[in-house]
């Protein structure tokens, strides 16, 4: 059987530390199968190449997989200082020279994987979904066998199939250490087409299920056994329309565990009953698909809402004193300057949020949008999609509507515009020792006092 050393890139720590949960879910396909697996974080190495070397000289795998989590960080006005490409490429000759096959997976590198593995200059590439292909390519190494350089997407795998991830213990340490938060996938794929949306070519179209028990000894474990006071639970989309998101939280309301959880959540019908439930099974917040700000934006980016909907939804979860984010871009199809001005009218008019606003859409091939621009002349070629590019409908210029939006959320300290302002105040609450997702800290309730999910560390 082989030693494999595991690394996972991603250094951002925008908005907050998120654990590389892909790579523990390798490790554990990997391990099932009799392989010796050691992981490597660079964050929480503190991004030291020489970390990386002691683990080499220690541990003598043989074959080195690396995860790359994020291409850069989707927001056009910083996204050229935060592109991570370069440094994941130093990284792969770092460990070429010493003589490693390189494997490279994740969801960033399924976006373009042909181009992103020339780049990089990795032996082996994986697309998609890793456990099953990972082990079989693994295998053929072994074998001295010559595998495709690239293996693609396949039938997605059943519940029955998906690993629980092999949590390493030093490196959850540092994420709750840091931010005190953990996370958890119940689900893969999604449902929704949105023209923008890369999603369903990484995990396909077609929900798949994990077991509500599965997930929920998974908290249990989290929370117990490593101390995470703060659970986020990674689907594309968590309130699914099989209602699956509910039998998670009612076997969680059941354990009565003491630490609380958010989620992408997209805004479609919820009754007050269901928000009471996921209260009840410790829901503190919630991170908002809302994606447009007017019918015809959203039904440009077919959005299976409109925007009233997003108006009930919003006034439910304030009902039950639910935060709730909004994120949403602007610039996209359909955006005119008419547009412009009546969805910053749309969400200032949102009550007890927080919205991000962010402007233009980044572009991926083989989305409706690449289609769409492609048509309009400005699509670009696949090497220029490496660095970040942007869609701007070529209704609108994209000066102006910067300006409108400064000029339409100054003041409103629960608007977050340009989007690296946010990063800004979340530095500040980090360090007086605040724990969470931090931007709740922004919502105030009409008829109460601010929610206190966001607690400073407690000192030793």
Same mark, same amino acid.
């Given at each position: 059987?082989?030693?494999l050393?595991?690394?996972s890139t991603?250094?951002t720590?925008?908005p +907050?530390?998120?654990?590389?949960?892909?790579?523990?879910?390798i490790?554990?396909?990997?391990?099932n199968s009799?392989?010796?697996?050691r992981?490597?974080?660079f964050?929480?190495?503190?991004?030291?190449? !020489?970390?990386l070397?002691?683990?080499?000289a220690e541990?003598?795998?043989?074959?080195?997989?690396?995860?790359?989590?994020?291409?850069?960080?989707? !927001?056009?006005? *910083?996204?050229h200082?935060? =592109?991570?490409?370069e440094?994941?490429r130093?990284?792969?000759a770092?460990l070429?020279?010493?003589?490693?096959?390189?494997?490279?997976g994740?969801?960033?590198?399924?976006l373009?994987p042909? *181009?992103?593995?020339?780049?990089?200059?990795a032996?082996?590439?994986?697309?998609?979904?890793g456990?099953r292909?990972?082990v079989q390519?693994?295998?053929?190494?072994?074998?001295?066998?010559?595998?495709s350089?690239l293996?693609?997407?396949?039938?997605?795998l059943v519940?029955?199939?998906?690993c629980?991830?092999?949590?390493?213990?030093?490196?959850?340490?540092f994420?709750i250490?840091h931010s005190?938060?953990?996370?958890i996938?119940?689900?893969?794929?999604?449902?929704?087409?949105c023209?923008?949306?890369s999603?369903?070519?990484?995990e396909?179209?077609?929900?798949?299920?994990?077991e509500?028990?599965?997930v929920?000894?998974?908290?249990?474990?989290?929370?117990?056994?490593h101390?995470?006071?703060?659970?986020?639970?990674t689907?594309?989309?968590?309130?699914?329309?099989?209602?699956?998101y509910l039998?998670?939280?009612e076997l969680?309301?059941?354990?009565n565990l003491a630490?609380?959880?958010?989620?992408?959540?997209?805004p479609?019908?919820?009754s007050r009953g269901?928000l009471?439930?996921l209260?009840?099974?410790?829901?503190?917040?919630?991170?908002?698909?809302?994606?447009?700000s007017?019918?015809?934006?959203?039904?440009?980016m077919?959005k299976p809402?409109?925007f009233e909907?997003?108006?009930?939804?919003?006034?439910a979860?304030v009902?039950?004193?639910?935060?709730c984010a909004?994120?949403?871009?602007?610039?996209?199809p359909?955006e005119t300057?008419?547009?412009?001005?009546?969805?910053?009218d749309?969400?200032?008019?949102?009550?007890s949020c927080v919205?991000?606003?962010?402007?233009?859409?980044r572009l991926y091939?083989g989305?409706p949008?690449?289609?769409?621009?492609?048509?309009e002349?400005?699509?670009?070629?696949?090497?220029e999609?490496?660095?970040p +590019? +942007?869609y701007?409908?070529?209704n609108?210029d994209?000066? =102006?509507?910067?300006?409108?939006?400064?000029?339409?959320?100054?003041?409103?300290?629960?608007?977050?515009?340009?989007?690296? !302002?946010?990063q800004d105040?979340? !530095?500040?609450?980090?360090?007086?020792? +605040?724990?969470?997702?931090l931007w709740d800290?922004?919502?105030?309730?009409?008829?109460?006092?601010?929610?206190?999910?966001?607690?400073?560390?407690?000192?030793?």
């Amino acid at each position: 059987m082989a030693r494999l050393l595991l690394i996972s890139t991603n250094i951002t720590v925008e908005p +907050y530390l998120v654990y590389p949960l892909g790579m523990s879910v390798i490790a554990a396909a990997l391990q099932n199968s009799g392989h010796v697996v050691r992981q490597f974080d660079f964050l929480a190495e503190g991004e030291s190449m !020489d970390a990386l070397e002691q683990t080499l000289a220690e541990f003598k795998p043989d074959m080195t997989g690396i995860s790359l989590r994020n291409i850069d960080n989707v !927001d056009s006005f *910083t996204s050229h200082e935060n =592109w991570y490409l370069e440094h994941v490429r130093t990284i792969t000759a770092f460990l070429k020279i010493r003589g490693q096959t390189v494997i490279v997976g994740g969801p960033g590198f399924s976006l373009m994987p042909e *181009t992103i593995i020339e780049y990089l200059g990795a032996d082996h590439g994986v697309v998609g979904e890793g456990e099953r292909k990972m082990v079989q390519l693994v295998k053929m190494l072994e074998a001295g066998e010559t595998p495709s350089r690239l293996l693609k997407p396949e039938q997605g795998l059943v519940s029955s199939e998906m690993c629980t991830p092999a949590w390493d213990t030093n490196i959850l340490n540092f994420y709750i250490d840091h931010s005190g938060i953990a996370n958890i996938q119940t689900k893969r794929g999604c449902e929704n087409r949105c023209s923008y949306c890369s999603y369903p070519s990484i995990e396909g179209g077609k929900l798949r299920l994990r077991e509500p028990d599965e997930v929920v000894d998974e908290v249990e474990r989290l929370h117990l056994k490593h101390g995470a006071e703060f659970i986020f639970f990674t689907d594309s989309v968590f309130n699914d329309s099989q209602n699956h998101y509910l039998e998670v939280a009612e076997l969680l309301a059941r354990k009565n565990l003491a630490l609380k959880w958010s989620a992408f959540f997209q805004p479609t019908p919820i009754s007050r009953g269901e928000l009471k439930l996921l209260k009840r099974a410790g829901l503190s917040a919630m991170e908002v698909g809302t994606d447009a700000s007017t019918d015809e934006t959203l039904s440009a980016m077919n959005k299976p809402f409109l925007f009233e909907g997003v108006r009930a939804f919003n006034e439910a979860c304030v009902s039950e004193h639910i935060p709730c984010a909004h994120f949403v871009i602007f610039g996209g199809p359909g955006e005119t300057p008419a547009t412009v001005c009546q969805g910053i009218d749309n969400l200032n008019s949102l009550e007890s949020c927080v919205v991000f606003p962010f402007s233009g859409i980044r572009l991926y091939k083989g989305t409706p949008l690449y289609a769409q621009a492609k048509k309009e002349g400005t699509v670009p070629t696949a090497q220029e999609l490496l660095k970040p +590019y +942007y869609y701007f409908s070529p209704n609108i210029d994209q000066a =102006w509507m910067n300006e409108e939006l400064t000029k339409g959320f100054l003041g409103r300290r629960d608007r977050i515009f340009p989007p690296a !302002d946010a990063q800004d105040r979340m !530095d500040v609450l980090h360090r007086f020792g +605040y724990r969470g997702l931090l931007w709740d800290t922004l919502v105030t309730f009409a008829d109460t006092h601010k929610p206190k999910q966001a607690r400073a560390k407690v000192s030793q």
